[in-house]
């Protein structure tokens, strides 16, 4: 059986771009090469599309993709084809697509859509359960209408005049605030105080347009990993027990003490199979394919609250994704190697799918 091509995408525009380059590395480590032909592709901070050899990834310096690789253009043609702009020596054939890009311009819809227009199978949801998993108030309001249990929550649009008053009458302290569409804990505060609130805000709408105030849960952080398309399964849960003020950034890729990882999450197995089915609802109501990471909170009374989800979860070799199927029995070759399948699956199921003329 033929080698596919397997064109990984890392790096990108995002505040991200380091997260991206750490799962990026892990896969690349983990990929058959008896099976697959390495495409490695870096997305400069600039949006720039870079081709990169495999010893250049690994070199022990900070890398700058724009100053190790050599550029190509973006796919195009839709026949999986990634064709080369005049001065570059590279047009490239996928097969598949394995984007590992975390956050704006890569977890949200925009590359999938490129993806599809170019007519090549990728990894993960495809435009529509990127975009709503990537807009935190997207998927609140989708979860709410589905009747799911989620926490409070209130959107802010940078040219609102917010009232601060009745936000704290509503969310109570300490109140959390994030970018609407960013993950990896980037641009997270924890606010205690009206003073706090404030800064909370102006820092997380350095990173968007739109920020989201959520309230305080109490209660343990249970994660699990959900793989498949149609019939998705559901991995063993894990807990994350920071040693941070909360799950910060830094405690997550920074600090290799920054959480204890519980895997499997020491639960009974009841509440086991509650999260997984959970998991599996949101997982379908976002209309998410592939992969994705369900969060959630589990109260001292055993109710459970969804968090958020994670359509391109880290890879990175502290990452929960691969260690709850890891401990639910795939291990990581064989979980990308599924990842691929299901990538094809879709792919060739949506060809066969009549078009209007």
């Not at 311009?105 to 990894?123: C, H, M, N």
Request: charged letters at 25%.
């Amino acid at each position: 059986m033929p080698k596919l091509n397997l064109a990984i995408l890392f790096g990108g525009k995002s505040a991200e771009h380091e997260v991206s380059l750490k799962s990026a590395k892990n896969v690349i480590e983990a990929v058959n090469e008896d099976k697959y032909n390495l495409i490695l592709i870096g997305i400069s901070k600039d949006g720039r599309w870079y081709m990169i050899s495999k010893e250049k990834i690994f070199s022990p310096n900070e890398i700058k993709i724009n100053e190790i690789g050599d550029e190509v253009c973006f796919p195009s043609g839709g026949n999986g084809q990634i064709y080369n702009i005049p001065q570059s020596k590279y047009t490239l054939k996928a097969d598949v697509v394995f984007p590992i890009l975390h956050g704006p311009f890569g977890e949200d819809g925009t590359v999938q859509g490129l993806l599809k227009l170019a007519g090549v199978p990728f990894v993960g949801p495809s435009i529509l359960g990127s975009a709503v998993g990537m807009d935190k108030e997207a998927m609140k309001r989708l979860l709410q209408a589905a009747n799911l249990p989620i926490g409070k929550f209130i959107a802010i649009q940078t040219e609102e005049t917010p009232d601060l008053e009745k936000i704290v009458q509503t969310l109570a302290f300490p109140i959390f605030v994030k970018p609407a569409n960013l993950g990896s804990s980037v641009g997270i505060s924890k606010a205690e105080n009206m003073e706090q609130l404030k800064k909370a805000m102006d820092f997380a709408f350095e990173f968007d347009r739109k920020i989201i105030l959520e309230e305080y849960i109490p209660g343990r952080e249970i994660e699990c990993a959900v793989l498949g398309n149609e019939e998705p399964i559901a991995s063993l849960p894990g807990e994350v027990i920071p040693t941070h003020n909360f799950y910060s950034y830094e405690a997550k890729y920074l600090d290799d003490n920054g959480a204890e990882l519980s895997i499997p999450a020491k639960l009974p197995a009841d509440k086991i199979a509650e999260v997984q089915k959970l998991a599996i609802q949101v997982f379908k109501t976002l209309y998410c394919e592939g992969l994705s990471r369900v969060d959630f909170f589990l109260r001292d009374n055993g109710q459970l609250i969804i968090n958020e989800i994670n359509t391109i979860p880290g890879f990175t070799n502290i990452s929960m994704y691969p260690k709850l199927f890891e401990a639910s029995g795939i291990n990581y070759s064989e979980l990308i190697d599924k990842l691929i399948t299901f990538a094809i699956e879709r792919f060739n199921h949506e060809k066969g799918l009549k078009t209007n003329k």
